[in-house]
DNA sequence: CCTGGTCTCTGACATGGGTCAGACATCGGG
DNA sequence: CCCGATGTCTGACCCATGTCAGAGACCAGG
């Protein structure tokens, strides 16, 4: 089965015809698709301006602060500035100052501003509307759904899992996610202060380590490793933004987090599950991983998992 | 059935959910995927001339005359020009004079540019490599399929049928191959010479009317509308590039016939086969033709059918 | 040989995207 | 209140892309 030889080669060498698959494909979408759309889309005007102004409207109304802007849309603050006027000039957005801190400036849409964000958005829309159009039915349902296919994938493959300071607040927040979902999962709710603590110190080196995944800088699923008290390397804290599901992210984090136990010596993983969490406890099976006698006192769990690690 | 429903209704509305997903899927790919390839692919080399290397490499060695690099890539001829001294300061390319025709210049690769193309060349596959590498086996097969799908589905919509004259040279080059095809499939050959002769002056208005089907500028199927002698339209010279086929441009070819069919008047649509050509029979039946009894004497055909236009 | 047309090149120019350094206002902490 | 850090803006640049007009070489046909 695929998934098998997938844990047994891990990344074998990428056959060429995909190779040229994916060249084709792309040469398709950017040059023919593409080619109408940036151009065509900014319409008279340059297109910095019209992504900026895209931007500026996307942020929930209230304004977006430049310094956020900047940071978005990765830009050299000089070049930002004057794009805003440019938009000023035209009347389009209204730059004034943040009331909690009067360095940073808030740029918001005007009327005018809003009414032609609207009639990008509309072209935008007609040119999705021209590429299904011509198509019948059955092929634009087809269409849709290897679109679809595609997008995720490709989401899929621009998962990138780095160690990241427990304290972190992008690492807090996916803890903080960990928690309020299985607060609903659990029959009996989740209170962490019940559960076997695990303190940040746990989940840094040389203690432990905090794998977080991201796509394009967005943390979508985070692990801790803890590698004391015993000599077993425990995994805990695993969890998947429910937006990220069905990508393998999981499985990435679970096979991310067997270097630092190797390479502290552990001679297995092992991890605790509670018994609402099926998808985890499949993930868990296939990864390699048996169930084992109960090795610890975690209120909320009902199966121990463990898997050998060679060295 | 879904052909049943796509002939019946032709184009609805495109729903939004299309739409939604056409742009969320154009914005991954552009923008997730993009903005790796053209400046990473390029290097320190501005884009236009790293284009400009690639279609001179493209051109099957002996050189490319400029005339067809500017209409190749659509470039000014002044740019093109400054484009060309870059790449022959750099000694990539060596311009020299065609021997045809002295007002023509012809570029081709020096060694240091063809090797210069291969670096871009891998580096181009290293990208497709790096999309597909973090995918497990059944992911990136998965993707492959589904990346086969979207560019063929893009293709198909991008086929523009349009009216041409007979003896346009693309109009020659598709009659020729469709002899040709002809050829090698009917049982006992064929001469045109003994088919019922079609001259060119009978494919066009008011006598009928000759439509290409055309990818991106590129001639990929055509049909002949005969409007005389009989009151019924008779549809004559139905090809399909074998490259194209499965896109549905065979049954937008016999869609298109129908408008000037109906503007000229007819009662009917009519046209006799081989019975070779099991597909073409096939596709008339679906396009709701019936068979009807011999109504000419063209002695390739085994089969003659009908389709009533409704006025 | 002349003429009109074709092909390429050069110079002049405009614009958009992007970088850099410094000016200036403001903030937070000692 | 001072100081270093932060956020924004301005001015001065650079380069790639692209457009336009005209010059010069060459071609084919009369």
């Not at 899929?156 to 427990?166: F, G, K, N, T, Y």
């Not at 590698?227 to 984090?253: C, F, I, N, S, Y």
């Not at 993983?269 to 985890?280: F, G, H």
């Not at 406890?281 to 991983?289: M, N, T, V």
């Amino acid at each position: 089965m695929a998934t098998v030889d997938a844990a047994a080669t891990d990344l074998p060498d990428v056959d060429s015809g995909a190779v040229e698959q994916v060249r084709r494909f792309h040469r398709i979408v950017t040059q023919r698709v593409g080619a109408l759309d940036d151009r065509y889309l900014a319409r008279d005007r340059p297109l910095g301006q019209a992504r900026l102004l895209w931007e500026i409207g996307a942020g929930a109304d209230g304004g977006v602060a430049i310094r956020d802007l900047r940071a978005r849309l990765d830009l050299d603050s000089g070049y930002l500035s004057r794009l805003l006027r440019a938009l000023e000039a035209d009347d389009l957005v209204a730059v004034g100052p943040s009331e909690a801190d009067r360095r940073v400036r808030v740029a918001r849409l005007t009327d005018r501003g809003r009414t032609e964000r609207a009639v990008l958005d509309e072209r935008s829309d007609a040119l999705a509307r021209s590429l299904v159009e011509p198509l019948r039915p059955d092929q634009r349902r087809r269409l849709v759904t290897a679109m679809g296919e595609v997008e995720r994938l490709i989401t899929a493959a621009l998962v990138a899992v780095a160690p990241v300071d427990p304290e972190d607040p992008a690492a807090q927040r996916c803890l903080q996610r960990y928690a309020a979902e299985l607060a609903t999962r659990f029959e009996d709710g989740f209170d962490t202060g019940r559960s076997r603590p695990v303190d940040p110190a746990g989940m840094r080196p040389p203690e432990g380590t905090f794998l977080l995944a991201r796509v394009h800088g967005e943390a979508v699923g985070c692990v801790a490793l803890r590698l004391r008290p015993g000599p077993e390397a425990e995994v805990k804290r695993m969890w998947v933004d429910p937006a990220a599901r069905g990508l393998g992210v999981a499985r990435r984090l679970l096979d991310a987090v067997e270097a630092p136990a190797r390479a502290a010596g552990a001679p297995a993983l092992r991890l605790d599950t509670n018994r609402t969490l099926v998808e985890a406890i499949a993930l868990y099976r296939s990864a390699g991983f048996v169930e084992v006698p109960a090795f610890n006192d975690e209120p909320y769990a009902h199966h121990w998992f463990e898997k050998r690690l060679e060295h």
